[in-house]
């Protein structure tokens, strides 16, 4: 499934963050054209005790990027992959191939709004400081997940019935299998030992009947990070759909 921009939480080194991010550049990989990465930052003025901006500040620093994407595009054509905002900074993060003068054209961009910024051009053709905003693996899980069933209520799905939800973890070998499925058994779910994918034979399976709300994607999102925990894989999950 593809997607676009996503916005999302997790904590960093203790501290909440706030992102959004183009997913889309983690499923097609770095664009070759575009090797140089500019990344913005800007100071908050008054940060919340937990490093994040309040909504007033934080809907200026959504002005702040569109300024920041048009002045970039316009004069660089670059692109805009995301942004962070953790512990008082927000982070924006472009990447182009027309870099004279791309460090410039930011500061001024802000100078305009009255913000003051940092900006450092560096040559970055592997995207490293795309992967430092990208999202870790259970928290993209869980977006896919929210997208998925977002789907499904619009094809008109009634995700608030009960049914049977199949989830699947594969393993390179029995030790890490035997300790998720332990784990999973400790968290009240009722976890089968199968055969999993070349490569990843001992597989773990989780039936369960529920409905397709927030508690499910906990599940999914737990099963996720046992899977990550121990070795394994999250091979994700299944449902027989339904209709109104």
């Known amino acids: 499934m ?19 991010v183009d997913l889309s ?11 140089w990465s500019v ?9 919340r005790p937990d490093g994040l901006a309040d909504s007033a500040e934080e809907s200026a620093l959504v002005r702040a990027g569109v300024v920041l994407e048009a002045a970039l595009w316009r004069d660089h054509k670059a692109v805009f992959v995301g942004s962070r905002t ?8 472009f990447y ?13 961009a802000l100078e305009g ?40 209520v619009r094809m008109g799905d009634p995700i608030d019935q009960p049914r049977e939800v199949r989830h699947h973890l594969s393993f390179a070998d029995r030790a890490g299998a035997d300790a998720a499925r332990r784990d999973a058994a400790r968290a009240g779910l009722a976890p ?20 397709l709300d927030s508690h ?20 994700g999950w299944d449902a027989d759909r339904r209709r109104t």
């Open 39 to 47: 990344v913005v930052e800007v100071a908050l003025r008054a940060p």
């Open 2 to 20: 593809a997607f676009g921009f996503a916005s999302f939480s997790n904590v960093i080194d203790r501290r909440p963050a706030a992102s959004m």
């Open 216 to 235: 499910f994607l906990g599940i999914a999102s737990l099963l996720h990070g046992l899977a990550e925990l121990h070795g394994g894989v999250y091979d």
């Open 113 to 152: 709004l009255g913000l003051v910024a940092t900006c450092v051009v560096a040559h970055d053709p592997e995207w490293a400081g795309y992967s430092k905003i990208y999202p870790p693996p259970v928290v993209l899980q869980d977006i896919r997940n929210r997208g998925l069933l977002e789907r499904m």
């Open 192 to 211: 089968k030992a199968v055969v999993g994918p070349e490569g990843r034979p001992h597989g773990v399976f989780v039936r369960q009947e529920v409905p």
């Open 25 to 35: 550049w983690g499923e097609d990989g770095p664009d070759e054209d575009r090797a």
């Open 86 to 93: 953790h512990d008082g900074r927000a982070t924006f993060v």
């Open 96 to 108: 182009t191939s027309e870099v004279a003068g791309a460090a410039h054209a930011a500061r001024a």
